[in-house]
C-alpha cells in the first residue's frame, strides 16, 4: 500500500505471526501454510466492530448488501450475521436486502488482468437509486475492485461503498482504499476464512501465508 494506512484499520505488522503449533490446522494443510497472521477468534472480534460501525452509518433506507463470491462469502455471512444486531444512525435496527455477485480474476497467485463480473446487464439496472455495500474477502492491487466500481458507475446506484476484510500493504497497489477495512495485512499470500489458492484453503478458519509447498503442490 503506497499510503499510510488509516487510522481506523488494523495493521498486521510484516514480521508479525503466530506460532502453528498454537492453533489448530487442519492435518491436510499442515505443510502448505508457513505462519498464522490472524487467528479465526480474532477474525470474528473485528467483524463484530466492523458490523457496529457500518450499520452507524446508514440512515433508515434499505442497504443492498452485495457478497463478492466466492471468496467474500464467509466475510459476509458473518458481517451481515452482526449487522443484523446492529444499529443505525437512527438507532433502530438496518432493513437489508443480501445478494450476490461472482467476480474472478485470479489463477494461482497472480491476477489474469481479466476481471469476469457475473452480473447481467438487467441484474445491474435494478440496482439504480439503491444504497449498495459490497462485501469482499481482500484488496490486493485494487484492480479488481476498480474495475467493478468503474462497470456499477454506469447505473445511477445512489450509493456504493465497499467493505473489505483484508487490504494487502503492496507496492503492486493501484491506490485504491476501501470505505471499512479489518484489517491490513503484508504482502504475501494469505490463505483461508474463505480466500482461496486455486480453490483451496477456503476450509481453513485461520487467515494465513501460503508455503511454498502449498503453493507448488496446488498450482494449476
Ligand atoms: N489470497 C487470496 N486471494 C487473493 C489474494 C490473496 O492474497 N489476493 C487477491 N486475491
Ligand atoms: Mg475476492
Excluded at 20 to 45: A, C, K, R, T, W
Aim: proline share 4%; net charge negative; with cysteine.
Amino acid at each position: 500500500m503506497p499510503m499510510e494506512p488509516k487510522q481506523w484499520i488494523d495493521v498486521v505488522e510484516d514480521k508479525f505471526k503466530y506460532d502453528l503449533d498454537h492453533f489448530i490446522i487442519p492435518s491436510h494443510y499442515e505443510n502448505d501454510v508457513q505462519s498464522i497472521l490472524i487467528p479465526h477468534g480474532l477474525i470474528m472480534d473485528r467483524i463484530a466492530k466492523l458490523a457496529q460501525m457500518i450499520a452507524s452509518e446508514y440512515d433508515d433506507e434499505r442497504v443492498v448488501v452485495c457478497c463478492v463470491l466466492k471468496g467474500g462469502h464467509q466475510f459476509f455471512s458473518d458481517l451481515t450475521r452482526y449487522m443484523k444486531k446492529a444499529l443505525n444512525k437512527q438507532g433502530k435496527s438496518l432493513p437489508m436486502t443480501l445478494d450476490f455477485i461472482r467476480v474472478k480474476s485470479y489463477e494461482n497467485d497472480a491476477s489474469t488482468g481479466n476481471v469476469q463480473i457475473s452480473m447481467t446487464d438487467k441484474e445491474l439496472r435494478e440496482l439504480k437509486g439503491k444504497n449498495l455495500l459490497l462485501v469482499e474477502d481482500i484488496i490486493d492491487t485494487g484492480n479488481t475492485m476498480k474495475r467493478l466500481l468503474e462497470k456499477l458507475s454506469q447505473y445511477e446506484v445512489k450509493s456504493v461503498k465497499v467493505a473489505s476484510l483484508l487490504l494487502k500493504k503492496t507496492p503492486k497497489s493501484c491506490g485504491y482504499v476501501p470505505d471499512y477495512v479489518g484489517f491490513a495485512v503484508p504482502d504475501l499470500f494469505v490463505v483461508g476464512y474463505c480466500l482461496d489458492y486455486n480453490d483451496i484453503f477456503r476450509d481453513l478458519d485461520h487467515i494465513c501465508g501460503i508455503s511454498d509447498v502449498g503453493k507448488a503442490k496446488y498450482a494449476m
